[in-house]
């Protein structure tokens, strides 16, 4: 090609244009055009950001309000402790802080955007007790008080994280001197670049033939963290640049350091990024930032070179090395003295974190954050994400005692599975639980557990289809009663009797044959018996009497899936459910025959504005009539006080509640009392059968964690409900149904639509010639003491 004569003209013509001074003057012109408009777009960005707001583009989730109460067993410690976790900083003259007044009293000053009040208000405390609450600006004394929502964690581009934000006066100057001495000890004399700096690198590196130092400044890494990717090329290091000295020129050097105090990445804890320093000394040393030793300072500081390899929870070796270097950096710059560094290297790493689960409840977010998604669908590709302030339903202090009741009693699970299987159960792995626990009048889920541990499993147990066993039972009982309301001829009612003995079923030319728990059967026994023991043939029985297809429709009704089909092993509960579904079903019965869908956000405003987005209003239809409703809770209460849920007693809880227990292949326990809903399981993450009764599995975790939320003022149980109008009660004969006569020896009390009440008396009982007792076959269990470990004659 080179002899070509064509192409050595066009050549020479190239030539003499590359040396036309116009056309060098031209092409300067160009790129410098160009560099200012590429400037001028990047000081726009840099800018916007920085006026908007560094973290303008997360959304925050934040718990539900604390309200505390006057009379609440409360110290001002405690307070402070809820205090920090909410945000308030010791400081009066704060948007949002606290301090203390004196006498055991502290004044309270919630911020602008306070979710509830904007007024201060002063908490005074005799000894254990919140004794009185004081409003400043009108001396009014109130009888209760809500604390600012407890932030659970920030959510940015799909990623979880947690940060604390803190201001440059708040950061300790022994954490300063740590991270200069880490980081960039010339910061506050250089303009964002320090030549000494990266000619050391330069020279480390070659000498050892890899890349041993960084040249980067503080100024450097802020703007790779906030504005530029991790790809390592010459496009980038020039933005880099760029950017480093907009901010040297747009901000100081305390307002530079400032944010990178709160942005810098300093490991994972549970699900979550650590972002800044105020987060870290909460995770790490449970303390607030101003607080932090020269030890702990100079450890943080440490973490900033390699996070995950120096994470002090997993490698405290690593991390004790790395800090006493950081220490004898500090040292050569002159920050510390030599005492000072002997006594701080010789202090013992001493960690206090928060446990995860408690504050991070991982499975709600993962629920809260699939119903946001559900709401508001994110931003179109290329636009920016709208950040909002996310109000969920979360109790932290429920959500604190979900964990300690699971982490307290599957241990005994284990050990029960250990005792009846021996090794062989070691090697099944862990059995795995969820718990939801809501107010069944709005709906508001105020604790969730999907898991054992969120860190070794991701799974959501509350979302997984498992067979819900006897747990299903109340909805046939339910059909039953409801249906009959409006069809009167031969009502069904509490004192109805079933037979219950080996019986064949035919459904669509197919039998089938249930069996009863031990293969024990009673003959006839009455509704209420018969929903109290969970007698298996019984209910099937009376779903083939009241119609498969209505017991169906009532299901569906309630909230629960499709998928159950109108057969009669689903009066057994062999279709699945979540423990999700079952909970917002068992509403209908703790709330009148009304059904409320579970939710997990109240309300959602946009973070710079305050203007509300969602505000979320309960889910409800009616399911059951309200007096059929009443004799279902009745008959749930049987089931606690005497049936298959009786340890509930024995374990000590003694307030009104309701229930019922349900085992399948895993273990179940659904209850209720007037404040709260909670739902229990308990399986095997491969199905295999647990082969433990719901009464011995998932009945203790509720009984564990309803005992303690029961002494939370505002969930003291009260009465179940209100009798409605049209029911009467009457006493009966516990066998046979029949009114309770002179001659009965074996009586129950019983409620009946008006009208619908036994009118015939029962003929007695035979009596045991050397006891004078009756002779009863269901007498029997109701005389066992009730202890911790139920076994009924029934499916549990």
């Known amino acids: 090609m080179a002899s070509n004569p064509k192409f050595r003209t066009a050549l020479g013509s190239v030539g003499r244009l590359a040396r036309n001074r116009r056309f060098q003057y031209g092409c300067v012109a160009v790129l410098a055009v160009g560099f200012c408009a590429y400037t001028v777009r990047v000081w726009m960005q840099v800018s916007r950001t920085l006026k908007q707001g560094v973290f303008a583009s997360s959304s925050n989730l934040y718990a539900a309000p604390r309200m505390v109460v006057q009379g609440d067993a409360l110290n001002p410690d405690q307070l402070i402790t809820e205090l920090r976790e909410s945000g308030y900083s010791e400081a009066p003259q704060n948007p949002l802080g606290y301090f ?68 440059y006066n708040k950061i300790p100057q022994v954490l300063v001197n740590a991270v200069l001495s880490a980081e960039d000890k010339r910061f506050f004399s250089h303009w964002g670049f320090d030549p000494l700096r990266i000619a050391k690198a330069l020279y480390v590196d070659v000498r050892s033939g890899r890349k041993e130092q960084g040249g980067s400044t503080l100024t450097m890494q802020l703007s790779r963290m906030l504005w530029l990717d991790q790809n390592k090329n010459w496009a980038r290091k020039a933005t880099e640049f760029l950017i480093t000295l907009i901010l040297e020129v747009r901000l100081s050097k305390q307002e530079i350091f400032e944010h990178y105090a709160n942005e810098i990445y300093l490991g994972e804890h549970s699900t979550y990024a650590i972002h800044g320093f105020g987060q870290a000394a909460s995770v790490y040393f449970h303390k607030e930032i101003e607080n932090l030793t020269l030890p702990e300072a100079a450890l943080l500081a440490g973490l900033i070179q390699r996070p995950s390899y120096l994470q002090p929870f997993q490698h405290p070796e690593r991390a004790i090395s790395r800090r006493n270097l950081i220490l004898g950096m500090m040292r050569q710059n002159g920050f510390i003295g030599d005492v000072q560094l002997e006594a701080a290297l010789q202090d013992k790493l001493t960690l206090n974190p928060v446990p995860a689960d408690y504050g991070d409840a991982p499975y709600f977010v993962a629920l809260a954050l699939d119903e946001l998604n559900a709401r508001i669908p994110p931003p179109a590709e290329n636009q920016p994400p709208v950040p909002r302030r996310i109000y969920t339903t979360m109790d932290a202090d429920l959500q604190r005692i979900a964990v300690e009741a699971v982490q307290e009693q599957m241990p005994n699970v284990d050990q029960q599975l250990i005792a009846k299987y021996g090794k062989e159960a070691r090697n099944w792995g862990p059995p795995q639980v969820a718990l939801l626990a809501l107010d069944p009048k709005t709906g508001e889920v105020k604790a969730a557990v999907g898991g054992r541990n969120y860190v070794t499993s991701q799974l959501n147990h509350l979302l997984s289809k498992r067979q819900p066993g006897s747990v299903f039972k109340p909805f046939v009982y339910a059909a039953a009663l409801h249906n009959r309301v409006y069809r009167r001829e031969g009502p069904i009612t509490q004192a109805s009797t079933l037979q219950d003995e080996p019986h064949k079923f035919w459904f669509h030319h197919e039998s089938y044959e249930p069996t009863n728990f031990g293969d024990n059967y009673f003959g006839e026994v009455t509704l209420r018996r018969a929903l109290a023991h969970s007698l298996n043939v019984a209910t099937v029985e009376l779903a083939e009497e009241v119609g498969y297809n209505k017991v169906a429709d009532l299901a569906w009704n309630a909230g629960l899936n499709k998928e159950i089909q109108p057969t009669p092993s689903m009066a057994l509960g062999s279709y699945e459910t979540t423990p999700i579904e079952i909970g917002g079903a068992y509403t209908v019965f703790a709330n009148r025959g009304i059904y409320t869908k579970p939710r997990f956000i109240s309300s959602i405003r946009e973070m710079q504005t305050g203007k509300q987005v969602v505000r979320d209003a309960p889910e409800q239809h009616r399911v059951l009539d309200e007096r059929v409703n009443y004799l279902m809770v009745d008959m749930l209460q049987e089931v606690v006080n005497s049936g298959t849920a009786a340890g509930v007693r024995g374990m000590g809880f003694y307030a009104p509640a309701a229930g019922k227990t349900g085992t399948s292949r895993d273990g179940w326990f659904a209850g209720f009392t007037s404040e709260l809903l909670v739902v229990v399981w308990v399986g095997f993450d491969d199905n295999r059968e647990l082969n433990l009764e719901g009464a011995r599995s998932a009945l203790p975790i509720w009984t564990a964690f309803m005992r303690k939320a029961a002494e939370r003022s505002r969930y003291v149980p009260h009465e179940l409900s209100s009798r409605p109008d049209g029911l009467v009660q009457v006493e009966i004969d516990a066998e046979t149904g029949k009114l309770a006569g002179p001659a009965c020896t074996v009586k129950a009390w019983a409620y009946f639509l008006q009208g619908q009440e036994p009118k015939e008396e029962c003929p007695g009982h035979e009596t045991d010639p050397a006891t004078g007792e009756p002779v009863s076959e269901l007498a029997q269990p109701l005389a066992l003491p009730i202890t911790k470990e139920i076994v009924s004659h029934a499916t549990h």
């Not at 955007?113 to 004081?134: M, V």
């Not at 009888?143 to 604390?164: A, C, M, Q």
């Open 100 to 167: 203390k007044a004196g006498d055991g009293a502290i004044e309270i000053h919630p911020g602008e955007q306070s979710y509830f009040r904007p007024e201060a208000a002063l908490l005074k405390f005799s000894g254990t007790k919140l004794a009185r609450i004081k409003m400043l600006d009108n001396g009014e004394n109130v009888n209760e008080y809500f604390l600012e929502p407890h932030l659970i964690t920030s959510v940015d581009g799909g990623s979880r994280e947690k940060r604390r934000l803190v201001t």
